[in-house]
């Protein structure tokens, strides 16, 4: 199983960005796929999650700017940050749990900056 994490960078307040995640060695349409962040001092936190059926969830703080979506065909998986904050400035990074088991794979990570 392998996640290839894209689309971090440095942007100013009330930018957007699009966080790609590139899957591959899953049967990618069957499984949930999520983007965490985490901060230095802070617990890694779910941002938004997808299932195989494109049920959503978000956390309280990114709900209505953020959008999670899933390309099947391309097996990646996006999260639309619009009306970034600095407080978004983390380390994202996407995980898939496989369908019918509680196997978490991860991806390597992808740092957003926000400066404000």
């Known amino acids: 199983v392998q996640l290839q994490a894209s689309g971090g960078g440095s942007v100013q307040a009330g930018q957007s960005l699009r966080l790609s995640c590139a899957a591959s060695?899953?049967?990618?349409?069957?499984?949930?796929m999520g983007w965490y962040r985490h901060t230095p001092g802070k617990q890694r936190e779910l941002v938004a999650g997808?299932?195989?059926?494109?049920?959503?969830i978000y956390a309280d703080s990114v709900m209505g700017r953020f959008t999670i979506s899933r390309d099947n065909a391309k097996n990646t998986v996006y999260l639309q940050m619009n009306s970034l904050k600095s407080e978004d400035t983390a380390v994202y990074y996407c995980?898939?749990?496989?369908?019918?088991?509680?196997?978490?794979?991860w991806g390597q990570g992808t740092e957003v900056t926000v400066s404000s």
């Open positions: 995980k898939t749990t496989l369908w019918g088991t509680q196997n978490d794979y």
């Open positions: 060695g899953i049967i990618f349409s069957r499984d949930y």
């Open positions: 997808i299932t195989s059926g494109g049920n959503t």
